[in-house]
Nanobody
Framework: QVQLVESGGGLVQPGGSLRLSCAAS????????IGWFRQAPGKEREGVSC????????YYSDSVKGRFTISRDNAKNTVYLQMNVLKPEDTAVYYC????????????????????WGQGTRVTVSS
């Protein structure tokens, strides 16, 4: 079955960087949308970034645009989220998710379009 495992979270000072990884198994990344979401305490889960394996297009929320970069390594069945210039408001549990994607489509930005989720990795940005 489809499994997603996130890693790479931790405690970092403001202005620092982290790279999150999402290792996928049970399917081939070539045919799916992969998204990163985050959920801070008391807040709803929000979309951060996604990538389409169909056309390699990407999406970033306004709050992370210019600071975060999503990428994928098909050989390793892994998607990465490079997070730079981290801010305290980036503190959250980060989740990756995947869903089948029709050929030629861009990635899904809505959390309700994703069928499979990882367990999350915690990111804390604090001095």
């Amino acid at each position: 079955q489809v499994q997603l495992v996130e890693s790479g979270g931790g405690l970092v000072q403001p202005g620092g960087s982290l790279r999150l990884s999402c290792a996928a198994s049970g399917f081939a990344l070539d045919y799916y949308s992969i998204g990163w979401f985050r959920q801070a305490p008391g807040k709803e889960r929000e979309g951060v970034s996604c990538i389409s394996s169909s056309d390699d297009s990407t999406y970033y929320s306004d709050s992370v645009k210019g600071r975060f970069t999503i990428s994928r390594d098909n050989a390793k069945n892994t998607v990465y989220l490079q997070m730079n210039v981290l801010k305290p408001e980036d503190t959250a549990v980060y989740y990756c998710a995947t869903a089948p994607l029709p050929s030629g489509y861009g990635c899904f930005t809505n959390k309700y379009e994703y069928a499979y989720w990882g367990q999350g990795t915690r990111v804390t940005v604090s001095s």
